[in-house]
């Protein structure tokens, strides 16, 4: 597991939103606009078990886990160090795949998370706003988005971010594209996390916050401390809500509010 200050707040979310919860609830007006966030009681409920979960798991993980990010888990599933992963980007896929060449009898397989509801990153395509070259920063950007390129990195192993690649699968069914999310074992997973998550987007904070970049951060630090020991799943709660509540008061354009 990625229990490292990187992203275990990703695993988990994962987990959290799997049992239906939340870091916080969007608050909309009758026309659908964001005007708040509130933490209600049932999510923070749903939050300590998610971390109760979740240290549930270390015991079963290797020491490196406790520093580990993507890479390490790949790395261990790919030498065949490890046999499950209870979560792990789609776009690792291709690296964890090599243990079937690593390792003699090796059949690696995916389905989508317990509860069918994974956490999205936030990964585009795009060039930095400070390029010196708008049109060449244009065209550029046109090339990456565009069905040939995106098709291209399909075939190298690569989510592509393009429907009209992905659900190509069906075409892909050579043992050359087994270590690719194009076969359709792997294709019929992707497309799945994104239709079972795509109905609860207008809730998952990473994308509605204005203050979601500084809150995922410290998410890190809080989660990561209570996975080493540091903190109770009990402490981390009320850590977690205290930090949500400051962030999103602070650096946030709409309010927030606690359910007591």
């Keep these: 597991m990625m229990a490292g200050r990187v992203e275990i707040n990703d695993e988990t979310f994962t987990i ?3 049992l239906d919860g939340q870091w916080m609830r969007s608050v909309r007006d009758a026309n659908g606009k964001l005007t708040g966030f509130t933490i209600t ?27 580990a990010s993507y ?23 291709t ?13 690696l397989g995916c389905a989508p998370v317990v509860g069918n509801r994974p956490y999205f990153g936030c990964f585009y395509n795009a060039v930095v706003k400070g390029s010196d070259n708008e049109e060449a ?8 988005g565009s069905y040939e390129c995106q098709m291209d990195a399909g075939i190298a192993g690569w989510n592509s971010n393009r429907l009209d690649v992905v659900n190509q699968f069906d075409k892909f069914t050579g043992k050359e594209f087994e270590g690719t999310l194009l076969n359709p ?57 205290k930090m949500h509540l400051d962030f999103q008061g602070r650096f946030g354009n709409v309010p927030i509010t606690e359910e007591k």
């Design 41 to 67: 009681k049932s999510d923070k409920a749903k939050l300590l078990e998610a971390i109760n979960i979740y240290h549930s798991f270390m015991p079963y993980c290797p020491p490196g886990a406790l520093t």
């Design 95 to 107: 690296w964890c795949h090599q243990v079937e060449d690593n390792v003699p009898g090796a059949d």
């Design 16 to 18: 959290l939103n799997s």
């Design 71 to 93: 890479d390490y888990t790949a790395e261990q599933m790919a030498a065949g160090n490890v046999a499950f992963l209870p979560t792990q980007w789609a776009e690792l896929w």
């Design 185 to 241: 074992e792997t294709g019929r997973v992707y497309l799945a996390s994104w239709e079972n998550q795509y109905p609860y987007m207008d809730d998952v904070m990473n994308w509605n916050s204005s203050a979601a970049g500084k809150i995922y951060e410290q998410q890190i630090v809080l989660l990561h401390n209570s996975a080493a020991g540091e903190t109770t799943p009990e402490q981390c709660v009320d850590a977690l809500t």
């Design 137 to 144: 920063a244009y065209w550029f950007t046109r090339y990456l």
